[in-house]
């Protein structure tokens, strides 16, 4: 039950939405209403339609994560079929980055001043329409139609991450946000991540000798002939339309939920913290433009804050980087170990998933955000030594699944914990504008770290590359111990 022993979940009749709730009211505040007001409401009340509400959103998530990463695993496919350089294949991915640094003061204000709803909806519906899209651009001529799809659906990726910490805030009581967040926002992404890395080979398959006739010789002409490049063409045409008609539909029904069912917020708010910011925003128009601009450069004056968004953007890129690069990285070393190599990086996701439930319940429990953040800290850079050691030494391969998967469980916990520990740095500073930098500068450091990787693997310097990996890692666990600012909405809610 919500709301402790005196909680009981209840039908109620609320003139804005009759959401099934579960009540919590506060002893003292409601003693001084029922002095004055004996038949008044309690002004604190969680609805079970929160849970609704998170579904939806993680369900949209997970499509958009899946838009995102379908290409990756099948990269080498991608070029030879659309006849493109590895460049655009990556750009599909990259796309995403680029979007989020360009469009997301505007979706971070829209958000703040229109609610979750328009900006849902409105996220679930560019990925949909960049989804269909590329149903489109299957054809192998098509390929600028699919990176067209895939900027589309990377401008909702902009909607659907700022979102979440607000959702977390907006329905679910303190001791349950952690929980929402790491749900939403962490779980949701990794599990999409998790489906496009398994479902897109598995679906999107070639014979490999044909395809190296067909496309793998650029000096010489092609070993295939005309008819077995048509055979093999038509072939992979029909797998990635499959593919991408799946994809889509699973798009369009999020939207399609995102219409019916999300709601803008509960009818009553589910915590003091979150009553006394709604009672707090009062402005309108260019006034409140511009008091969200103050605001949003005002975080860069928090010290804790700028030194956190520095440690998040490092490790969420690190983590970024390993879902995106993990071939790249390990290849070299075991040149015989393609398709373990892909269910290293499959293994590592799927238990990153359990444990950002688990951090988001510790956390709601505990509100140790330093110890945790520290913890998981220091277990990634210890993993990521343990995994360069192990790579570079090239022991036994399947001896990597023992850091790749601690590598996981660390760095998933950290996503669980970044954004709520952001929140409670900046509040009440908009929940969007906290998550959106950090998303921002995880963005960009991505994009940095990415290249970096690249280059020393086109120069054969793949042992530079994995020291980098450990040495940006030991940065930001450096740079984390010196975070440990005041927890401010927790501090709110122990004083009521």
Same mark, same amino acid.
Request: aromatic share 12%.
């Given at each position: 039950?919500?709301?402790?022993?005196?909680?009981?979940?209840?039908?109620?009749?609320?003139?804005?939405?009759?959401?099934?709730?579960?009540?919590?009211?506060?002893?003292?505040?409601?003693?001084?209403?029922?002095?004055?007001?004996?038949?008044?409401?309690?002004?604190?009340?969680?609805?079970?339609?929160?849970?609704?509400?998170?579904?939806?959103?993680?369900?949209?998530?997970?499509?958009?994560?899946?838009?995102?990463?379908?290409?990756?695993?099948?990269?080498?496919?991608?070029?030879?079929?659309?006849?493109?350089?590895?460049?655009?294949?990556?750009?599909?991915?990259?796309?995403?980055?680029?979007?989020?640094?360009?469009?997301?003061?505007?979706?971070?204000?829209?958000?703040?001043?229109?609610?979750?709803?328009?900006?849902?909806?409105?996220?679930?519906?560019?990925?949909?329409? @960049?989804?269909?899209?590329?149903?489109?651009?299957?054809?192998?001529?098509?390929?600028?139609?699919?990176?067209?799809?895939?900027?589309?659906?990377?401008?909702?990726?902009?909607?659907?991450?700022?979102?979440?910490?607000?959702?977390?805030?907006?329905?679910?009581?303190?001791?349950?946000?952690?929980?929402?967040?790491?749900?939403?926002?962490?779980?949701?992404?990794?599990?999409?991540?998790?489906?496009?890395?398994?479902?897109?080979?598995?679906?999107?398959?070639?014979?490999?000798?044909?395809?190296?006739?067909?496309?793998?010789?650029?000096?010489?002409?092609?070993?295939?002939?005309?008819?077995?490049?048509?055979?093999?063409?038509?072939?992979?045409?029909?797998?990635?339309?499959?593919?991408?008609?799946?994809?889509?539909?699973?798009?369009?029904?999020?939207?399609?939920?995102?219409?019916?069912?999300?709601?803008?917020?509960?009818?009553?708010?589910?915590?003091?913290?979150?009553?006394?910011?709604?009672?707090?925003?009062?402005?309108?128009?260019?006034?409140?433009?511009?008091?969200?601009?103050?605001?949003?450069?005002?975080?860069?004056?928090?010290?804790?804050?700028?030194?956190?968004?520095?440690?998040?953007?490092?490790?969420?890129?690190?983590?970024?980087?390993?879902?995106?690069?993990?071939?790249?990285?390990?290849?070299?070393?075991?040149?015989?170990?393609?398709?373990?190599?892909?269910?290293?990086?499959?293994?590592?996701?799927?238990?990153?998933?359990?444990?950002?439930?688990?951090?988001?319940?510790?956390?709601?429990?505990?509100?140790?955000?330093?110890?945790?953040?520290?913890?998981?800290?220091?277990?990634?850079?210890?993993?990521?030594?343990?995994?360069?050691?192990?790579?570079?030494?090239?022991?036994?391969?399947?001896?990597?699944?023992?850091?790749?998967?601690?590598? @996981?469980?660390?760095?998933?916990?950290?996503?669980?914990?970044?954004?709520?520990?952001?929140?409670?740095?900046?509040?009440?500073?908009?929940?969007?504008?906290?998550?959106?930098?950090?998303?921002?500068?995880?963005?960009?450091?991505?994009?940095?770290?990415?290249?970096?990787?690249?280059?020393?693997?086109?120069?054969?310097?793949?042992?530079?590359?994995?020291?980098?990996?450990? @040495?940006?890692?030991?940065?930001?666990?450096?740079?984390?111990?010196?975070?440990?600012?005041?927890?401010?909405?927790?501090?709110?809610?122990?004083?009521?």
């Amino acid at each position: 039950m919500d709301g402790g022993s005196n909680s009981q979940d209840v039908v109620l009749s609320h003139e804005k939405a009759p959401l099934l709730s579960s009540t919590k009211v506060d002893t003292a505040t409601d003693r001084s209403i029922q002095a004055t007001q004996p038949s008044a409401e309690p002004v604190i009340r969680t609805y079970l339609w929160r849970w609704i509400v998170l579904i939806i959103y993680s369900v949209v998530s997970i499509s958009v994560n899946l838009v995102w990463i379908s290409s990756a695993p099948i990269a080498d496919i991608m070029t030879c079929y659309y006849d493109v350089s590895v460049f655009w294949v990556n750009g599909l991915s990259e796309v995403y980055m680029l979007m989020y640094l360009i469009a997301l003061f505007p979706i971070v204000w829209l958000l703040d001043k229109y609610g979750l709803r328009l900006t849902m909806i409105l996220g679930a519906g560019f990925n949909a329409a @960049g989804a269909a899209l590329k149903v489109a651009g299957t054809g192998s001529n098509y390929f600028w139609i699919t990176m067209f799809g895939q900027t589309l659906a990377g401008l909702s990726d902009v909607f659907i991450w700022t979102a979440g910490p607000l959702l977390s805030e907006v329905w679910f009581p303190s001791r349950e946000r952690a929980t929402a967040t790491a749900i939403g926002t962490a779980i949701s992404v990794q599990s999409g991540v998790l489906l496009g890395l398994g479902l897109t080979p598995f679906i999107v398959h070639s014979d490999l000798s044909l395809q190296f006739a067909v496309c793998g010789n650029t000096t010489i002409p092609p070993f295939a002939n005309p008819g077995e490049t048509k055979e093999w063409s038509d072939f992979i045409f029909s797998r990635l339309l499959y593919f991408n008609i799946g994809v889509a539909a699973l798009s369009l029904l999020a939207f399609i939920f995102t219409l019916i069912a999300f709601h803008n917020a509960p009818p009553t708010p589910p915590s003091i913290s979150r009553k006394l910011e709604s009672e707090h925003k009062q402005s309108t128009g260019f006034q409140q433009f511009k008091e969200f601009l103050i605001t949003t450069l005002g975080a860069f004056k928090n010290v804790h804050f700028v030194l956190y968004m520095i440690v998040a953007s490092i490790i969420l890129a690190m983590a970024c980087t390993m879902e995106s690069v993990i071939n790249e990285i390990v290849h070299p070393f075991f040149p015989d170990y393609d398709e373990q190599i892909g269910y290293l990086g499959i293994t590592a996701q799927a238990t990153s998933i359990v444990a950002m439930f688990a951090a988001g319940i510790v956390l709601d429990w505990t509100k140790a955000f330093y110890a945790m953040n520290l913890f998981v800290c220091v277990l990634s850079v210890v993993c990521v030594v343990a995994w360069a050691v192990l790579i570079l030494f090239q022991t036994n391969f399947y001896l990597l699944y023992i850091p790749a998967v601690l590598l @996981g469980l660390s760095m998933a916990s950290f996503l669980a914990v970044a954004y709520e520990y952001a929140i409670e740095m900046t509040y009440p500073l908009p929940e969007g504008t906290s998550a959106g930098l950090i998303n921002a500068g995880s963005q960009l450091f991505s994009i940095v770290i990415i290249t970096i990787m690249s280059y020393f693997n086109s120069v054969h310097m793949e042992s530079v590359g994995l020291w980098f990996i450990v @040495g940006i890692t030991a940065l930001g666990c450096l740079i984390t111990i010196f975070v440990k600012p005041k927890l401010r909405r927790v501090n709110i809610e122990k004083k009521q």
